[in-house]
């Protein structure tokens, strides 16, 4: 790639980290913000972050920061990879310092529980209206860990500018890491959310001992459910069955770097949720995910078709017992597979 131009990444965990790491590897100039100062530190002086992403060097043109309003000043695109519940503050946050050349990505993935919100449409309400067109997000089946060790990967881009998607494209885009384009940021975005409330469904599953059968048919009676939602809320069906569905879908539900199919994985293996959360530094979001998204089901009138979500919602929420819910989802009145829309 011959393009280069100067990045921001605002948030300095696993996924972040390993954002920042491969935009430096592009070319780009890149500035990482971190909340915690060792990370700061670590990545400056180590050239690592120890603590989110520990085992891979960082690229010369990568240093880290605490002053947010520099790493903002700094760049032309800025990655915002900040957990749901807290991208509101943070990004709007950011508003004094944002200007008409910016271009701002969110990499961020959920369902805000008070608002049931997904990510674009918190952004569009705390960003003023003269920077809704620079907006795009990421999205896709892409971990961390194999992102920073340039394994290939194959990512989705959605505006609603084609223009701005097909920027951060051409500056994102290189030979291990290929980013296509879309305007269909609903369906992204509900993809993104939704796949990590089946992923603990998924590793619930594996934990309680169930083999491939119902691991395949939760998947894909999962992606049956996330297309419904996202079909109500506007969204292009095809979407959901492409990179920041079915793929991002199948890679959390299978893959052992999971975050949200380790907690699944643990329920199923007879931990408590609370002794799950409390044992790791990293977020899956798909727990608070699964509030917002029964919540939000209900919202769209879509209640009864979504019952893997409402069973990860009494599980989690209120406590069901795994057995109790699998039962429940399986004696369910029999019908055909396909529900008109």
Known sequence: MSETTTVGVIGAGAWGTALAIHAARAGHETVLWAREADVVRDVNEARENKIFLPGFEVPEKLSATSDMEACVRHAKLLLTVTPTPYVGQVVGGCVDWLTDDHIIVSCS???????????????????????????????????????????????????????????????????????????????VEMGGALKNVMAICTGAADGLGFGH???????????????????????????????????????????DLSRNRTVGKRLGGGESLDDILGSTVTVAEGVLTSRSAWQLAQKLGVAEQVPIIEGAYRVLWEGQDLMSALDELMARPLKDEWIPQ
Not at 111 to 117: A, F, Y
Not at 148 to 154: D, G, K, N, S
């Open 109 to 187: 993935k959920g369902i805000e529980n008070k608002s049931l919100e997904t990510v674009n449409e918190i952004l569009e309400r705390v960003l003023p209206r003269r920077l809704h067109s620079q907006l795009a997000y990421l999205s896709g089946p892409s971990f961390a860990k194999e992102v920073a060790m340039e394994h290939p990967t194959a990512v989705t881009v959605a505006s609603f500018m084609p223009g701005i998607g097909h920027e951060v494209q051409r500056l994102m885009s290189t030979s291990r890491f290929r980013c296509y384009t879309t305007r269909d940021v609903i369906g």
């Open 213 to 255: 059968n119902a691991r395949a048919g939760l998947i894909t009676r999962g992606l049956g459910e996330i297309t419904r939602m996202a079909v109500r809320k506007g969204a292009n069906p095809l979407t959901l069955q492409g990179l920041a569905g079915m793929g991002d879908l199948v890679l959390t539900c299978t893959g």
